[in-house]
Nanobody, 126 residues
């Protein structure tokens, strides 16, 4: 099964930027979608962004709270997905999880994903 490892989290000042990386242990088939979710203490898991792993083009999706600030991208050859986060706000503070799944309906529901990384902490100070 696919193993996912997130990295790049840390402490950043409000308005700053951060890049998260998700590395997969094996090839991600083109039928898969890779996504990012986040969960803050006391809150439910929230969709952040997703990208399809088609060999031709990666279609992207974003949660409303991050549109215009976050950018998801991929390096299919490296089995790696990134999310560039800019204009960070304290509300972005959360553990960020990388996920992979297939047979998607919308690609934005956490229940559609089969594999999850351990998470990486992002803390945005005010």
């Amino acid at each position: 099964q696919v193993q996912l490892v997130e990295s790049g989290g840390g402490l950043v000042q409000a308005g700053g930027s951060l890049r998260l990386t998700c590395a997969a242990s094996e090839r991600i088939y083109s039928s898969y979608t890779m996504g990012w979710f986040r969960q803050a203490p006391g809150k439910e898991r929230e969709f952040v962004a997703a990208i399809t792993m088609s060999w031709t083009v990666g279609t992207t999706y974003y949660g409303d709270s991050v549109k215009g600030r976050f950018t998801i991208s991929r390096n299919f050859a490296k089995n790696t997905v990134y999310v560039e986060m800019s204009s960070l706000k304290p509300e972005d503070t959360a553990v960020y999880y990388c996920a992979a799944g297939r047979l998607m309906s919308t690609g934005v529901a956490d229940t559609e994903y089969n594999y999850w990384g351990q998470g990486t902490q992002v803390t945005v100070s005010s």
